[in-house]
DNA sequence: CTTGACATTAACGTTACGTTAAGGTGTAAG
DNA sequence: CTTACACCTTAACGTAACGTTAATGTCAAG
């Protein structure tokens, strides 16, 4: 029977990882060298090298090392339940990082100019919006969902149009182009207030605290904060103040 | 025209974070004071809390800051490219998100019990496990892919019954009891030898290079590993050992 | 005996803040 | 005018899991 015995270098070897790795489990307690001798090496041996196995299988799990220390030291730890929970950690994890990449490939699109929202979309967006829970429960039942789109479909090619043309427009003109410029200044809240009369005009009944809520939305969803950013960098975030300094003022 | 200017505490709380973030900011570049009075206190204006949001926003996306400092401090900054490369990290974050989790999954199936692998499964999962490819790249095409599988079902209920008890037996003997066991004990290797045998027997024509690769299969797919790991923990482990041990000296 | 690969400890760097600690400032109420 | 109390400041340590030097000691081979 061969005493089989390793050194740091050759168990790292085996497991794929680095000596200081090794070292650092000696330290936080999670693998104790199995012998050292009187020149300071570290020695290990088979039942060493079967539990780092163990720690490797449990770390690519991504489960924090405190844990795993737990699971290889006592033999009645709940380890089911100890999974469970872990499994909710990634569960919650890979949910997020799922919107992340919507986000990401929206903001991606409409700053590459190919997947232009469309004025159908856009406002589709308000309906649809992953915010509409949110909007709901804000304004409940005075926003009907579909108002805005039934209101948009009963209006002819040519009509929609020369509205999309009018959004585009002052869109501009609420963001402006002066970097230095103030969202209270005169000509954007000018704009603002034409906006905000152009959507009670073409799609929604919509008061000043709507209005408001709109705004903080358009910041928060990047479907529609690209269209502003587009425009200027900071720009969703500007017509938001100026909206709000609008809302406060009228 | 209103001066609006923020303490820092009103700021942070507009952009809900600490006003530790707010003076890490500072600290790193990525978000100065607008003004800093006598008194040593710092002061934000409009344009500090439009630049805020624009950094909140990139910060959601889990930027790191220092890519956030590029894209708000430089408008020539490739925007569009970094969030492409961007885009790729997130994609391979949740690629591997989804392993885990399957890993996971399987891991807590078995452990529970209750989707105890069925021999069928077990034996499918040598040829359509997730590491085929690798088991193909090895021993190329004198493995067959589908040869274990039709053997399986050559065989009568009765017969996979009995092959299946047999299996269990040997399992246990080969992972053994005594947590302070050689693997190259003499009982081990004669419980290896026989579950050799028994490959070679009901299942594969399997020399002990590929007895030898399997083995690290096991430990290295969950599905077969807690197996192992239910008899005792660091089973699979302690299995491979074995099996290593046996192919060495045959 | 030298060379080169390997071993050791110590200590700082990483990311994006959280968390005290010790002390200064602003403002409103008594 | 004092006293609360909320707010501000800097400084410094803690986090997770190692990576990365730096300075130094040890072992095996030629």
Redesign the pocket.
Known sequence: MSDTTY????IADIAG?????I??YDQIDLLKPADIRV????YYDRSSLLRLQQIMFF?ELDL???DIRSIVNRPDFDLIDALKKHRITLQKQQTRLQRLLRTLDQTIDSLTGTGEMSEKDYFAGFDQSQYEEEVRARWGNTYQTTQSQQKWASYSPQQQEEIKAQSGQLIMRMVGSDPSASPEDAAIQQAVGEYFDYLNRYFYTCDLEFFRGLADMWVSDPRFAVNYERVRPGGAAFVREAVHHYCDTH
């Not at 020149?39 to 570290?42: E, Q």
């Open positions: 050194t740091i270098k050759q990882v680095t000596t200081r790795t070292r650092y020149n300071g090496y570290r770390r924090p090392l405190e």
